[in-house]
Nanobody
Framework: QVLLVESGGGSVQAGGSLRLSCGAY????????MAWFRQAPGKVREGVAS???????TYRDSVKGRFTISQDNAKTTLYLQMNDLKPEDTAMYYC???????????????????WGQGTQVTVSS
């Protein structure tokens, strides 16, 4: 059974940094894709960044140069380093994973079968 557990959210002022973590359990395939999504109140869930098992990454335009997605060497933990945070980054952040990785674009929420419960990020101006 696949389990994704996010942590690291919190409240920061604009310009600050946070690092989100996602513990990945139950992965039995060497090929996979993972991503971070976010959802603000009243808005649709949107893809923020993705990473494939070969290391290739994709970023949403609004976070390029500020956010970095990565994994630990054992590939059991997914990270999202968020720098220069802005109030518009405020949202619930979710970790997602899939093994087929052929359902659609990497930042499309329909491309992922497994989801964590989310961690809240709040950025004040």
């Amino acid at each position: 059974q696949v389990l994704l557990v996010e942590s690291g959210g919190g409240s920061v002022q604009a310009g600050g940094s946070l690092r989100l973590s996602c513990g990945a359990y139950g992965f039995t395939y060497n090929t996979y894709c993972m991503a971070w999504f976010r959802q603000a109140p009243g808005k649709v869930r949107e893809g923020v960044a993705s990473i494939d098992s070969d290391g290739s990454t994709t970023y949403r335009d609004s976070v390029k140069g500020r956010f970095t997605i990565s994994q630990d060497n054992a590939k059991t933990t997914l990270y999202l380093q968020m720098n220069d945070l802005k109030p518009e980054d405020t949202a619930m952040y979710y970790c997602a994973a899939d093994f087929a990785c052929d359902r659609g674009p990497r930042l499309w929420n329909g491309a992922y079968s497994y989801w964590g419960q989310g961690t809240q990020v709040t950025v004040s101006s």
